[in-house]
């Protein structure tokens, strides 16, 4: 999964890997998927940005196929590595918030 999402009642918060060069921003486009962007996070030793947004309750479904489409155009120009790294950041962020949730 590349993505990670915190639910409320009229909206989800969505925390998500992308490319410093937003590829997901066509997806939401083709989805028309209205996006709140409010936080970007970069490491430099990294490829990807972690990348935070919030969309309307009404969206979810069709925000989790752009996420889905978004894994597969990451793997046709060339990041073979996006699932992976998703997977362990995204394992990792959970972990943590299990820690602070405690």
Same mark, same amino acid.
Do not use: Q, W
């Given at each position: 999964? #590349?993505?990670?999402? $915190?639910?409320?009642?009229?909206?989800?918060?969505? $925390?998500?890997? =992308?490319? !410093?060069?937003?590829?997901?921003?066509?997806? $939401?486009?083709?989805?028309?998927? !209205?996006?709140?962007?409010? +936080? +970007?996070?970069? #490491?430099?030793?990294?490829?990807?940005?972690?990348?935070?947004?919030?969309? %309307? %309750?009404?969206? %979810?479904?069709? $925000?989790?196929?752009?996420? +889905?489409?978004?894994? =597969?155009?990451?793997?046709?120009?060339?990041?073979? =590595?996006? *699932?992976?790294?998703?997977?362990?950041?995204?394992?990792?962020?959970?972990?943590?918030?299990? %820690?602070? *949730?405690?």
């Amino acid at each position: 999964m #590349n993505y990670i999402a $915190f639910n409320s009642l009229l909206s989800s918060r969505y $925390f998500y890997a =992308d490319t !410093p060069n937003y590829s997901a921003d066509s997806l $939401f486009y083709r989805h028309k998927i !209205p996006v709140k962007f409010s +936080e +970007e996070f970069v #490491n430099k030793d990294e490829k990807y940005i972690l990348v935070s947004c919030k969309v %309307r %309750r009404k969206y %979810r479904a069709a $925000f989790k196929t752009a996420m +889905e489409e978004l894994s =597969d155009k990451m793997a046709l120009i060339g990041h073979s =590595d996006y *699932d992976e790294f998703c997977e362990k950041l995204f394992s990792k962020l959970k972990k943590e918030a299990g %820690r602070a *949730d405690s």
